[in-house]
Antibody, heavy 120, light 109 residues
Framework: QVQLQESGPGLVKPSQALSLTCTVS??????????WSWIRQPAGKGLEWIGR???????NYTPSLKSRVTISVDTSKNQFSLNLSSATAADTGVYYC????????????WGKGTTVTVSS | QSAVTQSPSASGTPGQRVSISCSGS????????VNWYQHLPGTAPKLLIY???QRPSGVPARFSGSKSGTSASLAISGLQSEDEADYYC???????????FGTGTQVTV
């Protein structure tokens, strides 16, 4: 079965970029019916969807973060990545990647999450 | 307005039925299907209900979902101690062109 695993620095300095990678195993990231999403839970808050990408490169982002977010895909490595520029303390939280069913619009497989702290 | 709201908390005793509401608008719940997630601290959110009322394999039948107009609800019947968690609804919003999560409901058993 498909499994997802987030990786990246657990500590990021303010104003620097927050960069994470999600590795997909047990299935192909090039699946036609799948998008690949990033979701986060800021400290003490609820879940927030960040954006998603398809293997074709098509992407969507949440408007509040769109100016700072880039999600990319590397089909050769079966990975997709998140880059959030100009990080602030408000970006501190747990970051999850997930598989997103394109036609039925739901996220069914999630990574375990990785904690990122933005602090000097 | 593209916000999806849930009651902050719900509670019940073992065996009781608990219902969680999710209120949206014409650009999200009014047009698209609703999904529900169970989230325990320190773990990955788990898909409980998709497409308004469908349960993924392995999710107990005591979890059920429904939708009417711009609102949706999740019901947990035969409440168990292991159901104590945060529950989120999520839906695609056509105005935002992205997903919106509800504000979350903390269920206490």
């Amino acid at each position: 079965q498909v499994q997802l695993q987030e990786s990246g620095p657990g500590l990021v300095k303010p104003s620097q970029a927050l960069s994470l990678t999600c590795t997909v195993s047990g299935g192909s990231i090039s699946s036609t019916n799948s998008y690949w999403s990033w979701i986060r839970q800021p400290a003490g808050k609820g879940l927030e969807w960040i954006g998603r990408i398809h293997a074709s490169g098509a992407s969507n982002y949440t408007p509040s973060l769109k100016s700072r977010v880039t999600i990319s895909v590397d089909t050769s490595k079966n990975q997709f990545s998140l880059n959030l520029s100009s990080a602030t303390a408000a970006d501190t939280g747990v970051y999850y990647c997930a598989r997103d069913h394109y036609y039925d619009s739901y996220m069914d497989v999630w990574g375990k999450g990785t904690t990122v702290t933005v602090s000097s | 307005q593209s916000a999806v709201t849930q009651s902050p908390s719900a509670s019940g005793t073992p065996g009781q039925r608990v219902s969680i509401s999710c209120s949206g608008s014409s650009s999200n719940i009014g047009r698209n299907t609703v999904n529900w997630y169970q989230h325990l601290p320190g773990t990955a959110p788990k898909l409980l209900i998709y497409s308004n009322n469908q349960r993924p394999s392995g999710v107990p039948a005591r979890f059920s979902g429904s939708k009417s107009g711009t609102s949706a609800s999740l019901a947990i019947s035969g409440l168990q101690s292991e159901d104590e968690a945060d529950y989120y609804c999520a839906v695609w919003d056509d105005s935002l062109n992205g997903y919106i999560f509800g504000t979350g409901t903390q269920v206490t058993v």
